[in-house]
């Protein structure tokens, strides 16, 4: 309601209970009125005037109580609303009656505010705690004098404290004064009593009842890695279980087969031709299994990117003549510098050209870079029938294709990560087949070359 709106009704409920107020007190006169006129107009003897004196006192001193209760009760009760909500209890009503009815109906419609928003804070309030309880990041809040406000069970891991003991406690006391003074997103090494390793520290200002406070927020990064590196480590050796028994098992098999052939005496006549059949086996079976070791260690062993500048235009180019098995389309435009490992990026952009002709065999591939904002960008675009619906397609030898080594996409990727890049493969929206995106950055900041080596 605007505020004139608003200032009219309020005016209008005063002048109505004006109204009323005036109302008793004339007629809590009325009777005093009408003995004055009475004892005016007739002329009646002594005791018939003090006769009437005294039912008129009678009358007005009725009248009176009357009007005084039917003041105050609505006093009275908006006195018991007002002290309800000062108290906190919004669940009282008042009857909306009497001299006083709209003022007390607008306070039972504030009180119901009130108890809507109060449950509404509740609600959030316990929105909030479940969910600091379920983070595994340390939450801490500090007031205005630097002392701990609030705490989730992260946090209390942390510092291997419970709540109460922890609140009230000031930064300095605590031992996190020195994390404000670091940059909000940087990892940090440090020791606290619950935990000791390399952490992420986030903070930021807030206010907190008008006053002023301060959030900080610690990540345990190491932690993260471990589960990380043993999720890695668990994929890993699934992969290289299933490989090496599915080399191992036809050469135990054909190895018991031809012990077993050996010890016959005599010989069977066609002897010879198992014995060259099972040696053949073993021997195909093995260099699968060496081929299979030889692509890990290609990916677990790719060095660090030796940087240098480039036209990524040309790379591409010479890329396209490489390839035989499918018509290729290259639309490099000008020249793109970028400062990368060309051996490297060649391989990854080979891998996946390769993959783009397989797709689509006697078809056409359209190879194309261009620059996207901090960044360059190589696309493949085939006319296959699309990239498997598998979330796997960048795991290390997941394959779809009868003998294929399942490294090409993950090298590819491997190297485009080592760049500050990343590839992405994608079915096309307007026609059959797949689109390969690499990308690399344009920036001469190196990424960690750890993380161009399979953990």
Not at 196 to 206: K, P
Request: glycine share 8%; with cysteine.
């Amino acid at each position: 309601m605007p505020p004139a709106a608003n200032d009219a009704a309020r005016a209008s409920r005063l002048t109505r209970f004006q109204r009323r107020l005036l109302g008793g007190v004339l007629l809590t006169l009325a009777p005093l009125l009408l003995l004055a006129i009475s004892l005016i107009v007739l002329p009646l003897p002594p005791v018939a005037r003090w006769t009437l004196l005294g039912v008129a006192l009678l009358a007005s001193a009725a009248l009176l109580r009357w009007h005084l209760r039917r003041v105050t009760r609505p006093l009275s009760t908006l006195a018991s609303l007002l002290e309800a909500l000062r108290e906190g209890d919004y669940t009282l009503r008042g009857v909306a009656g009497g001299a006083l009815g709209p003022v007390i109906y607008d306070v039972n419609a504030l009180a119901q505010r009130l108890q809507a928003e109060r449950l509404r804070f509740e609600e959030a309030s316990h929105l909030l705690s479940k969910t600091l309880a379920a983070l595994d990041s340390a939450v801490f809040v500090f007031d205005g004098q630097a002392r701990l406000s609030l705490v989730n069970p992260a946090g209390q891991r942390l510092l291997r404290d419970k709540s109460p003991q922890l609140f009230g406690r000031s930064d300095v006391e605590l031992g996190v004064q020195d994390l404000f003074a670091q940059v909000s997103g940087s990892v940090v090494t440090r020791s606290f009593p619950g935990r000791s390793g390399r952490f992420e520290v986030r903070h930021a200002s807030l206010r907190q009842q008008g006053r002023g406070g301060r959030l900080l927020v610690i990540n345990d990064l190491d932690r993260v890695l471990r589960d990380e590196e043993r999720q890695a480590w668990q994929r890993l050796l699934r992969v290289l279980g299933h490989e090496v028994n599915n080399s191992l098992a036809p050469i135990r098999s054909i190895a018991g087969t031809l012990s077993t052939l050996s010890a016959r005496a005599p010989l069977p006549d066609d002897w010879a031709g198992d014995l060259r059949d099972g040696l053949a086996l073993i021997e195909r079976r093995a260099a699968a299994l060496t081929r299979f070791l030889a692509g890990y260690s290609q990916l677990a062993r790719l060095p660090t990117p030796q940087r240098r500048a480039l036209d990524l235009a040309t790379l591409v180019q010479n890329v396209a003549q490489l390839e035989s098995g499918a018509t290729v389309h290259l639309d490099a435009g000008a020249a793109l510098r970028v400062q990368a490992d060309a051996d490297q990026i060649e391989q990854a952009l080979i891998n996946l050209l390769r993959n783009a002709a397989e797709a689509a065999p006697h078809g056409e591939v359209r190879l194309r870079c261009w620059r996207e904002a901090d960044r360059a960008v190589v696309e493949i675009i085939d006319r296959g029938p699309g990239p498997p619906p598998s979330a796997n397609l960048f795991v290390p030898f997941f394959t779809t294709k009868p003998g294929g080594s399942g490294i090409g996409l993950a090298l590819a990727r491997q190297i485009a990560e080592a760049h500050g890049g990343g590839v992405a493969l994608d079915a096309r929206a307007d026609a059959p087949g797949a689109v390969a995106r690499l990308w690399i950055s344009l920036g001469n900041d190196a990424p960690d070359p750890t993380e161009a080596r399979l953990s």
